[in-house]
Nanobody, 121 residues
Framework: VQLQASGGGLEQAGGSLRLSCAAS????????MGWFRQAPGKEREFVAS????????AYADSAKFRFTISRDNNKNTLYLQMNSLTPDDTAVYYC???????????????WGQGTQVTVSS
């Protein structure tokens, strides 16, 4: 499956952004999906994940109550709604597809190219 992330940009602290990840090449609904991010000088970290059907989600503590992961299997698209952004959310955000909606990168075999999110104070 090919993944194309989009929707990043420059936002002020307290603002919102919605990231999208368009999938092609395989049946989107066959994959669990996740969002990860990598800030400058840091390792890539888990943000959120969602099951194949979208009936269950999981979040990193940093994303809980502020971010919402969702998917539209009819549109082959994954989303990440990010609210109450802070400068600590500045990172390249990656979408990923895999067999299990886990928190570890090892569960994901396919990765998008990343989209830059920059939050100014």
């Amino acid at each position: 499956v090919q993944l194309q992330a989009s929707g990043g940009g420059l936002e002020q602290a307290g603002g919102s952004l919605r990231l999208s990840c368009a999938a092609s090449g395989h049946t989107f609904s066959a994959f669990a999906m996740g969002w990860f991010r990598q800030a400058p000088g840091k390792e890539r970290e888990f943000v959120a994940s969602i099951t194949r059907s979208g009936d269950a989600t999981a979040y990193a503590d940093s994303a809980k109550f502020r971010f919402t992961i969702s998917r539209d299997n009819n549109k082959n698209t994954l989303y990440l709604q990010m609210n109450s952004l802070t400068p600590d959310d500045t990172a390249v955000y990656y979408c990923a597809a895999g067999t299990t909606p886990g928190r570890s990168e090892r569960w994901y075999s396919y990765w998008g190219q990343g989209t830059q999110v920059t939050v100014s104070s």
